[in-house]
T-cell receptor, first 114, second 111 residues
Framework: ETGVTQTPRHLVMGMTNKKSLKCEQHLGHNAMYWYKQSAKKPLELMFV???????ENNSVPSRFSPECPNSSHLFLHLHTLQPEDSALYLCASSQEGRGKNIQYFGAGTRLSVL | GNSVTQMEGPVTLSEEAFLTINCTYTATGYPSLFWYVQYPGEGLQLLLK?????DKGSNKGFEATYRKETTSFHLEKGSVQVSDSAVYFC??????????FGKGTHLIIQP
């Protein structure tokens, strides 16, 4: 148990559906992240939130919409996805500051887009 | 920009063999370096880290030394076990953004 919980663990959705992924951290951290893990590709950083403000958006398509209502919760809202968006989506959190930059990961949500 | 290159697997070894997984990086400044491990069906877990040149990170019999002169952070273990079978990721962090990962190395240990 890493202190970062992701739900659901598995999700199957059609291209016209709208769904949300949830991440909750119980570590008192001040930064949260979304990563995408696809087969045979490096983990891709999607979004970074530090102190509840988005600080990075690596050219992620607008069909992915993050939300960080407080420092403990992070959502990824999904709509009109494509089959190539099928992947493992990982959430992580960290305490940003001098010498404190270890990221703790959740178990991920395995997303399949039909 | 930052990048991490690691040997691609799968790497298949017998139990008690010596393990080396190579990792080299490109970054500006002085990044922190990490090895993460991912067991089947799970998220990533931090295995070890090093924050400055010549630091050696170690955990569970694994070691890696931050070599600035060769921009490397190779992972080693003297005697692997079947339970070490997993995917290993080398990563760096150079600032306030997220981690930059290598593609991962799938390690298979046979009894």
């Amino acid at each position: 148990e890493t202190g970062v919980t992701q739900t659901p663990r598995h999700l199957v959705m059609g291209m016209t559906n709208k769904k949300s992924l949830k991440c909750e951290q119980h570590l008192g951290h001040n930064a949260m992240y979304w990563y995408k893990q696809s087969a045979k590709k490096p983990l891709e950083l999607m979004f970074v939130y530090s102190l509840e403000e988005r600080v990075e958006n690596n050219s992620v398509p607008s069909r992915f919409s993050p939300e960080c209502p407080n420092s403990s919760h992070l959502f990824l809202h999904l709509h009109t996805l494509q089959p190539e968006d099928s992947a493992l989506y990982l959430c992580a959190s960290s305490q940003e500051g001098r010498g404190k930059n270890i990221q703790y990961f959740g178990a991920g949500t395995r997303l399949s887009v039909l | 920009g930052n990048s991490v290159t690691q040997m691609e697997g799968p790497v298949t070894l017998s139990e008690e063999a010596f393990l080396t997984i190579n990792c080299t990086y490109t970054a500006t400044g002085y990044p922190s370096l990490f090895w993460y491990v991912q067991y089947p069906g799970e998220g990533l877990q931090l295995l070890l880290k090093a924050t400055k040149a010549d630091d050696k990170g170690s955990n569970k019999g694994f070691e890696a030394t931050y070599r600035k002169e060769t921009t490397s952070f190779h992972l080693e273990k003297g005697s692997v076990q079947v339970s070490d079978s997993a995917v290993y990721f080398c990563a760096l962090k150079g600032g306030a953004d997220g981690l930059t990962f290598g593609k991962g190395t799938h390690l298979i240990i046979q009894p």
